[in-house]
């Protein structure tokens, strides 16, 4: 194990990401132009944890730190350990709001190790290994591959006993696509709505997801005219209303006036993916009314790291 100097720093930047689209359970994911910021310097000794915007004065300032917990697995699959560590997290990602704002942590946490091992000449992780490594926090690689990789994305996970190995590949999404996210004040638990999920599916909701979200793949890059159609899903948006009444409500009233929405990943965001400029006056007024913010959100660049060396302050 070689132990990195200290006065090294690294920072990365990170997107969110919405995933599942409706029909694409833990398969699709979509980043999206909110950022977290993350900055490491290597020290004599100890951790110094300092979190500014989103999640602060919330998360934990120490080795829990999702951020600190990534660097560690980094570091360690890197064969690399640090004397001591400060990082600095600045956080535009809301948390427990369906954004990915964990797997933005895990995967801005390893690209930062990127930025230290690149000053000593240790080679720095692929893509394809940062999403391995980002996906094993999560189990599945829908959030982690649109952080990573950026755009729209089709994630897919091969189920072996010892370690299941993730993957992803980018679409191009079609240029006339805008994107509304609709952030609601009201926080949600992942693993809390995942458990309002049936143990099995009957074989014709399956199949109805399976083709919706293999159209989804044709209407994000070929045919947005198709979107309505292809966001439909019977597996999980609808078993998960009675926790979110009001992003449920709203995603209804999105779809009665012809624009494609879904709840973003577990919610309780909602996300509108519309060939329009802008949405329905009535959809805004129900989203002022109740809580959320709603505004047009470009696309999310994928994972960006760079390196330097502290200065003496």
């Known amino acids: 194990m070689r132990t990195l100097p200290v006065g090294l720093t690294a920072s990365s930047t990170v997107a969110a990401s919405s995933a599942n689209l409706g029909p694409g359970f833990d398969c699709l994911g979509l980043a999206l132009s909110l950022y977290d910021e993350i900055v490491v310097e290597t020290t004599e000794s100890g951790l110094v944890v300092e979190v500014e915007g989103e999640g602060a004065g919330e998360v934990p300032l120490d080795s829990t730190h999702l951020v600190v917990r990534a660097i560690e697995h980094g570091l360690q699959t890197a064969g690399l350990a640090v004397?001591?560590?400060?990082?600095?997290?600045?956080?535009?990602?809301?948390?427990?709001?369906?954004?990915?704002?964990?797997?933005?942590?895990?995967?801005?946490?390893?690209?930062?190790?990127?930025?230290?091992?690149?000053?000593?000449?240790?080679?720095?992780?692929?893509?394809?290994?940062?999403?391995?490594?980002?996906?094993?926090?999560?189990?599945?690689?829908?959030?982690?591959?649109?952080?990573?990789?950026?755009?729209?994305?089709?994630?897919?996970?091969?189920h072996d006993p010892v370690l299941p190995r993730y993957s992803a590949i980018q679409l191009r999404l079609h240029p006339d696509i805008h994107l509304f996210p609709a952030i609601p004040?009201?926080?949600?638990?992942?693993?809390?709505?995942?458990?309002?999920?049936?143990?099995?599916?009957r074989h014709v909701d399956a199949r109805f997801n399976i083709s919706r979200a293999a159209l989804?793949?044709?209407?994000?890059?070929?045919?947005?005219?198709?979107?309505?159609e292809a966001t439909e899903d019977v597996l999980h948006q609808s078993q998960r209303a009675p926790a979110m009444p009001r992003s449920a409500e709203f995603l209804e009233l999105l779809r009665r006036y012809g624009i494609a929405a879904v709840l973003s990943g577990a919610g309780p965001t909602v996300i509108a993916l519309t060939t329009a400029p802008e949405l329905p006056v009535e959809a805004l007024e129900y989203g002022a009314a109740n809580g959320f913010t709603v505004s047009e959100t470009a696309v999310g660049q994928g994972v960006r790291w760079t390196s330097g060396v502290a200065v003496a302050s």
């Open 83 to 158: 004397p001591g560590l400060k990082v600095r997290c600045r956080n535009d990602i809301p948390h427990a709001r369906g954004l990915g704002s964990s797997a933005a942590a895990v995967v801005g946490g390893l690209a930062a190790v990127n930025g230290l091992v690149g000053q000593v000449s240790s080679p720095p992780f692929s893509h394809s290994e940062l999403i391995q490594l980002a996906s094993e926090f999560e189990g599945h690689p829908d959030n982690a591959s649109a952080a990573v990789l950026g755009g729209a994305v089709v994630s897919w996970s091969e």
């Open 185 to 201: 004040q009201e926080r949600s638990s992942t693993a809390a709505t995942r458990g309002l999920l049936p143990e099995t599916v």
């Open 216 to 228: 989804l793949v044709v209407a994000l890059t070929e045919r947005p005219d198709l979107l309505m």
